[in-house]
């Protein structure tokens, strides 16, 4: 496959992967053209241990957290932007509070927990990609996610 045909393929994917990641378009479109600058530059490197989308995803979700790291500053999920976290649903004032609250024990557990909640979550990946990530099995990759969520929900029962 030609360059040219994976950006056609896989940029809307990438860029609403990082929108939901990110919280901000902007953000969004310039990490996503970083992303595929990177994964050109290094084609060579890809060994098709995982699929070419989860490859793409990891080094968006790197360059995104690099993109925090020189800017100092953490995106926070605020209640406009919480349909871009579940898109098409009506979510009432009660399920904002409890998405936001979400997101905030979400940085708070540690890794591998955090990343594979967010691979799950936020780019909608099998638990084999996820676990060809790490290189780890699909098997691996379900129960840290089960356990990442156990993490969360614990830390909202102890808020109610």
Known sequence: MQFDEIYIKYFKDVYLYLLKLSGNESVAEDITSETFFKAMKNIDSYRGECSLYAWLCQIAKNT????LNKNKRIVDLDE???D???PGVDISEENKEELLMIKKYLHQIPEPYKEVF???VFADMK???IGRIFGKTANWA?????RAKKM???KLEEEK
């Open 80 to 82: 406009s932007q919480i």
């Open 152 to 154: 969360i929900t614990d």
């Open 127 to 129: 638990y084999d990609e």
């Open 84 to 86: 871009e976290v579940v």
């Open 142 to 146: 379900c129960v840290t996610y089960h």
């Open 64 to 67: 995104y957290y690099t993109y």
């Open 118 to 120: 967010m691979w799950r």
